[in-house]
């Protein structure tokens, strides 16, 4: 079964994915109030998917209507946000780009991409089963620490503890004088 659908859910899990990254803009044009954009694009996307998930479903099956799924999110990300940047934010477009999309996807899909070099199929499925858990947590923890906001934010938490840390051994030091 896996054989059978490994393409179909590929091409699925990757349409999702760049879905994923438009809920921060459309959340922010919801917040500015603007509808329109999304709106909009959604009427667009509708009068011509429609007919191409069709087309491409009976000429190709269901990878030719997960296909139509991935094309729509790049184009969301090729067309729809220079649209908003030129209106919202327009300074941080190419910083969303680089920063907030590229960088985090180089570095999972090198991550990944080395994880997947070093599964051997001669070991056991339990075996199999545990790289499989240990490179997605260490491709999401080095995706995550690609990205400025949650680099940060993880800095700040490790200086928290290092300070709750030397507050607790200050303590303990003052104690042990009385």
């Not at 790049?74 to 969303?96: C, G, Q, S, T, Y």
């Not at 985090?104 to 199999?128: D, K």
């Amino acid at each position: 079964m896996a054989e059978k659908t490994y393409l179909l859910v590929s091409i699925l899990i990757c349409g999702t994915a760049f879905n994923g990254l438009m809920c921060s803009p459309y959340a922010l044009q919801l917040a500015y109030g603007w509808t329109c954009l999304a709106f909009s694009k959604s009427v667009i996307a509708v009068v011509i998917i429609v007919p191409l998930i069709i087309y491409m479903t009976i000429h190709f099956g269901a990878i030719g209507a997960a296909i139509v799924w991935f094309v729509l999110n790049i184009a969301d990300i090729i067309f729809v946000i220079p649209i908003m940047h030129h209106r919202l934010l327009p300074n941080e477009k190419w910083r969303w780009y680089w920063q907030d999309v590229c960088l985090p996807l180089m570095a999972c899909i090198l991550t990944a991409g080395l994880g997947r070099i070093f599964i051997s199929r001669q070991v056991s499925s339990f075996m199999i089963v545990s790289y499989l858990i240990i490179i997605s947590i260490l491709t999401l923890g080095i995706t995550a620490i690609s990205t400025t906001v949650t680099r940060i934010w993880l800095f700040e938490q490790l200086l928290k503890i290092k300070l709750l840390f030397r507050i607790r051994d200050d303590k303990r030091y003052n104690n042990k004088d009385l």
